[in-house]
């Protein structure tokens, strides 16, 4: 258990020790991306380095991707491999390449998936440490060891968002393209192409906000639907028994609460200004299906699922909310807050080994 504390510990010595260094070379400043490496080599060590039973799905995967492994790229083109998604079973079959010891493919995912995150918070730049701690703190980085192909995904989709910003909109399609042949969730994804190019005023994103939330909690059926028609293979989403031991409990009201006040922060304190209103728009929709979704989980997982790929916004969302707060005092305390809170989210899930991550173990496997 003591290693999940170690993580965002070190990162913090890290930052400290480096803030009031400068690290050059060529007449380029390295300091951040030096601090972003040193940061993320623990993240990558549990990741690349943990037992089979670290993880819900860990074992499903080690498993399988022994079974993959002895499929030719062709095969996989023609006839997938169970539930899985193209990109994620070319990027088992290209790690086999080296080896087909399961030991690869976490060695593989995690290098990809902290790169990801790690390169979000370094474009995002706006208040670095709260970013990387609310990656840290708030379910982002202890999830990820349970759901690889949606973390690889979720990243993906992530520097997406910061292409989005720009209005590259066919970067953003083909990135999320990408990210769908891992998970197929990451597809609704393209709901913030529209979103960005109409959403023009703040009336128009509470109105947004609200209709959104309602579909949410009224279309079940609708949605339902669309999944046996399109998508037969996520039926076990809706299954009764799918989500029967969870409930809307402290942890997921302490996530809608995070996500809700950010939205609320981001836009009180922001003008819908050309520079600023694709961020507005995009953290804001986003964080309103995370949380619409968290509050439908008892009934069915699927918005669960794609609530998930939402929440990780809070990694860009939450610096750029409280960098809003205008008053000094009032930003340090409301950082202040945040952070704690989210450090007492983070040891509840820690001690509680809620995503059955403790006793943290070393790979047990063969080599």
């Not at 070379?25 to 037992?51: C, Q, S």
């Not at 609310?134 to 993906?156: P, V």
């Amino acid at each position: 258990m003591f290693i999940y504390l170690f993580t965002p510990i070190m990162a913090f010595l890290f930052y400290e020790m480096l803030k009031s260094v400068r690290i050059k070379m060529n007449n380029k400043d390295y300091t951040t991306k030096v601090f972003l490496v040193l940061a993320f080599i623990i993240p990558f060590i549990i990741f690349a380095f943990r037992d089979s039973s670290i993880g819900v799905d860990t074992q499903i995967y080690c498993r399988d991707f022994q079974y993959i492994a002895n499929y030719s790229f062709l095969d996989l083109l023609k006839n997938g491999y169970g539930e899985y998604e193209l990109g994620f079973l070319i990027f088992c079959r290209l790690l086999a390449l080296i080896s087909k010891n399961p030991i690869v493919l976490l060695i593989g995912s995690s290098l990809l998936i902290n790169m990801l995150f790690a390169r979000v918070i370094y474009k995002q730049k706006t208040l670095m440490l709260v970013s990387m701690f609310t990656y840290f703190f708030l379910g982002n980085y202890l999830y990820n060891l349970n759901i690889m192909r949606q973390a690889i995904a979720t990243g993906i989709v992530l520097n997406a968002i910061l292409v989005l910003i720009e209005k590259k909109y066919v970067k953003y399609m083909i990135l999320v393209g990408i990210a769908t042949t891992f998970h197929t969730f990451a597809i609704v994804s393209l709901i913030f192409i529209p979103a960005v190019i109409f959403i023009k005023t703040k009336k128009q994103l509470v109105l947004s906000c609200v209709v959104l939330g309602a579909l949410i909690l009224t279309t079940l059926e609708v949605v339902h639907v669309l999944v046996l028609r399109y998508f037969s293979h996520f039926d076990y989403y809706f299954r009764n028994n799918f989500h029967a031991d969870q409930h809307f409990g402290a942890t997921s009201f302490a996530y809608v609460a995070v996500e809700i006040f950010t939205v609320f922060l981001i836009i009180k304190n922001y003008e819908m200004e050309e520079e600023n209103r694709a961020k507005i728009v995009v953290y804001s929709i986003g964080l309103v299906f995370a949380a619409f979704g968290l509050i439908m989980m008892p009934r069915f997982g699927i918005y669960e699922r794609i609530a998930k790929f939402f929440q990780t916004f809070l990694i860009v969302a939450i610096p750029y909310a409280l960098n809003s707060i205008r008053l000094v005092k009032n930003k340090q305390i409301i950082t202040t807050s945040v952070v704690a809170f989210s450090l007492l989210y983070y040891v509840y899930i820690v001690v509680t080994n809620a995503y059955l991550i403790v006793p943290f173990q070393f790979w047990q496997g063969t080599w």
